[in-house]
C-alpha cells in the first residue's frame, strides 16, 4: 500500500501548490496530481494524507468547480495558508531577453503579466499549468522559448530567470486549504479560528435574509457568502459561508441554531485555526 504520509496538489512540481506544500508540509512527500478530481480522489482513497486546495485568488476571485467538490467530497478542512503569487520569466541556458521570441504559460498567469510581455513584444502560448510550462520549455531547448513560471520551476527544470517577479500586480495573493479525510476541529479559546460550512435555503421569500440575520444579532462576522446552483436546479440555491468564530462559542453557536430553522441543511466542512495572514491584511 503507498506511503500515506503524502500531500497531494494539482499541478506539477514546481507549481505554486506545490510551493505551499513545501513551506508549511515540509515532512510530507508531496504528490503532483494531473486534476483536483485526482487530489480528492488520493485522499480519499488513502494515497494520501492531505490535500493542498487553492480556494481563492486576490485577482481572479473564486477557483473553478472547487466549491462543487467540497460539499460531496467527504473531506474536511483543517487548515488555511495564503501564498503571495510570484511569477519569474525563464527560459533555457543561454537564452536572454534579447533572444526570446515567446512566453508560455497558464492562461491566468499570461493575463497576470501583460506589462512585461508588452514591453518585450513577445508572443503569449497558453500552457495548461504554470510549471507545466517551464518543462516544456526545458524540453524544446530552444533559446527564442520563455515562460512566466513560479520561482521552483526554474530550479527544478535547470532554467535560468531572465526577469524575477514580473507579475502586474504585488498584492497577487492566492489562499489555499488543506482537506483530511479526518474531521479535525481547533480547539475553542485558542486564538482566532475560521468555520466553513454549506448550506441550502429553503425556497421562500427573504428565506436567505431570514437565514443570516441571525449572525447579525449574535455579533458574528461573515467574511465569505457565496451561492452556486445543485444539480442543475435554479430553484435549489446551495451557500458557501465562512465566519469568524468557533460553533462551541456561544455567539456562532446560537447564530447556526437559528439558520437552522431556514434551511434544509448544513453542513460543516471545517474549524480551523485562521491564518496570521488575515490579520496582517
Not at 508540509?25 to 494515497?47: H, K, N, Q, R, T
Not at 486564538?191 to 443570516?212: D, E, I, M
Not at 430553484?235 to 437552522?260: K, S
Amino acid at each position: 500500500m503507498p506511503d500515506p504520509r503524502r500531500i497531494a496538489y494539482q499541478g506539477e512540481p514546481g507549481a505554486n501548490s506545490h510551493i505551499v506544500c513545501q513551506e508549511h508540509y515540509p515532512d510530507l512527500e508531496a504528490l503532483p496530481c494531473a486534476s483536483f478530481e485526482d487530489v480528492f480522489a488520493a485522499v480519499a482513497g488513502g494515497e494520501a494524507e492531505l490535500a493542498m486546495i487553492p480556494i481563492d485568488n486576490s485577482i481572479a476571485g473564486r477557483v473553478a468547480d472547487i466549491h462543487h467538490f467540497l460539499p460531496g467530497s467527504g473531506l474536511h478542512i483543517v487548515a488555511e495558508h495564503f501564498l503571495r503569487i510570484r511569477f519569474h520569466l525563464m527560459a533555457v541556458p543561454g537564452a536572454s531577453l534579447d533572444t526570446i521570441r515567446t512566453v508560455h504559460s497558464h492562461v491566468h498567469a499570461l493575463g497576470q503579466c501583460r506589462r512585461i510581455i508588452r514591453e518585450h513584444g513577445l508572443t503569449p502560448l497558453i500552457s495548461g499549468d504554470t510549471a507545466g510550462a517551464a518543462r516544456e520549455v526545458a524540453e524544446a531547448k530552444d533559446p527564442t522559448q520563455a515562460s512566466i513560471s513560479p520561482p521552483l520551476a526554474a530550479e527544478i527544470y535547470g532554467l535560468e530567470v531572465l526577469a524575477a517577479d514580473v507579475e502586474d500586480e504585488d498584492h497577487n495573493t492566492t489562499r489555499f486549504v488543506v482537506l483530511s479525510r479526518d474531521f479535525v476541529q481547533a480547539p475553542p479559546g485558542n486564538g482566532p479560528v475560521v468555520t466553513s460550512f454549506v448550506f441550502n435555503v429553503r425556497n421562500l421569500p427573504a428565506a436567505l435574509y431570514k437565514a443570516l440575520g441571525g449572525f447579525a444579532t449574535n455579533g458574528v462576522n461573515m467574511t465569505k457568502l457565496e451561492s452556486y446552483m445543485v444539480d442543475g436546479q435554479f430553484t435549489a440555491t446551495q451557500f458557501l459561508a465562512e465566519v469568524d468564530g468557533h460553533p462551541e462559542e456561544t455567539p456562532l453557536r446560537n447564530a447556526l441554531e437559528e439558520l437552522a430553522f431556514f434551511t434544509t441543511d448544513i453542513t460543516i466542512l471545517g474549524v480551523y485555526p485562521a491564518d496570521p495572514f488575515r490579520a496582517q491584511a
